[in-house]
């Protein structure tokens, strides 16, 4: 069974930072996309931003120039670098792979960590 393990979320004032780290583990033979995700109160899941095995990454546009995705191959991890937050980007922030497994591919989840900014 793969796991993804997220840490790193807390309370940040507004312009604050924080980073994001999501950790996949278990019977893992390689790792192709992975993504963060956020979902806000009484709002859809929406996609923040993903990065490729090879490291090109796509960005919301709400938070291009703000935040930044990046991984460790080695260490099957990634990133998420985010800066001069705002109260709007308060939600769970949710880490997403494309994982293979002796199974095959499959979609995994992290179990979420949350984020908010607020004065």
């Known amino acids: 069974q793969v796991q993804l393990v997220e840490s790193g979320g807390g309370l940040v004032q507004p312009g604050g930072s924080l980073r994001l780290s999501c950790a996949a583990s278990?019977?893992?033979?390689?790792?192709?996309?992975m993504a963060w995700y956020r979902q806000a109160p009484g709002k859809q899941r929406e996609l923040v931003g993903s990065i490729s095995r090879g490291g090109t990454t796509l960005y919301k546009e709400a938070v291009k120039g703000r935040f930044t995705i990046s991984r460790e191959n080695a260490k099957n991890t990634v990133y998420l670098q985010m800066s001069s937050l705002k109260p709007e980007d308060t939600a769970v922030y949710y880490c997403n792979a494309d994982v293979l497994s002796s199974t095959g591919w499959g979609t995994n989840w992290g179990q979420g960590t949350q984020v908010t900014v607020s004065s």
């Open positions: 278990g019977s893992i033979l390689t790792i192709n996309t």
